[in-house]
């Protein structure tokens, strides 16, 4: 016979029903873009007054642009990360974090803000990196999250290159991409909010939902609704919330 220590039993015994609850529940993948957060105030990119709009792609967001003048780069992320900390999560990052409850969630988003997070989400894949995070020029698994809003011209690594911010640009490789492709695989709702999906390979994602599986795109205009998506034209602070209650209502969010 095994004897545990004195307080494992009960311990041990919470965490295996905790993980039975998790492998039994439901999984869910949201998938989102800049347009989740655009009702909290932050620039979604392609909008007429969006950040593409203001900013050239190849001056802020590409390697070669970095080399050729990085405090124009610095500069531009300092004020993405300032307008981020202003920020606060809306309804419908709220509405996705309470799903939680009820369903496996695990929302993949293209987004560098924390908006998800602060709203209550616990599994968040940034495809696409984290404005709140520095990492070395030099090694890019030398990441650190930042104490103040700004990085400057001379802050270093420990290896002593430019601090540089934490996303990743045109040319640079998408992260999670393997284990994003698997959740989209095994789940069997799949929710994308506020994206063009004109970014690959993150948009390509969309193609590994399972053909059974209950699939919807919010946004208020799209240009392309992949194959087999239910399209819900709307504002993410409505719609989402909506579908959110059908769902854990055991409701269809389609009329
Ligand atoms: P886009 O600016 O391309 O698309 C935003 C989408 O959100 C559009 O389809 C809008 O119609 C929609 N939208 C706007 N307001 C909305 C609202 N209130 N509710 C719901 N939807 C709304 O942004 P992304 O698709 O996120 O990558 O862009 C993808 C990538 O392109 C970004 O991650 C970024 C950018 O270049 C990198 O920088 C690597």
């Known amino acids: 016979m095994i004897v545990l220590p004195r307080g494992i039993g009960p311990a041990l015994s919470c965490g295996i029903t905790f993980l039975a609850k998790c492998m039994s529940m439901e ?3 949201i998938f989102t873009g800049a347009g989740v957060s655009a009702e909290s105030g932050l620039k979604t990119f392609r909008a007429m007054d969006g950040l593409w709009n203001d900013h050239a792609i190849e001056d802020v967001a590409t390697p070669e642009g970095w080399a050729r003048n990085p405090a124009l780069v610095l500069d531009f992320y300092n004020q993405r990360r300032q307008e981020v900390l202003a920020a606060h999560p809306n309804a419908a990052h709220e509405a996705i974090a ?8 695990t929302v993949i988003t293209q987004n560098i803000d924390d908006l998800h997070e602060r709203a209550g989400s616990s599994k968040v894949l940034h495809v696409h990196g984290e404005i709140l995070k520095a990492r070395s020029s030099i090694d890019p698994e030398l990441i650190h999250t930042l104490d103040t809003p700004t990085i400057a011209p ?3 690594c420990a290896k002593g290159s430019q601090l540089r911010p934490d996303v990743v640009w045109f040319g640079e490789a998408v992260r999670f991409m393997d284990e994003s492709e698997t959740l989209f695989a095994n789940a069997s709702r799949v929710l994308t909010i506020g994206t063009s999906l004109t970014v690959y390979p993150a948009a390509g994602l969309v193609k590994h939902a399972p053909y059974l ?3 919807y795109l919010v946004s208020p205009d799209v240009q392309k609704v992949p194959y087999g998506f239910h399209f819900m034209r709307g504002l993410a602070t409505t719609v989402v919330p909506h579908i959110v209650t059908c769902w854990m209502e055991g409701r269809s969010p389609v009329r």
């Not at 309470?98 to 969630?105: A, G, N, Q």
């Open 27 to 29: 999984k869910i993948v």
């Open 98 to 105: 309470r799903l939680e409850s009820m369903f496996d969630v």
């Open 213 to 215: 599986a209950e699939k």
């Open 154 to 156: 001379g802050d270093r």
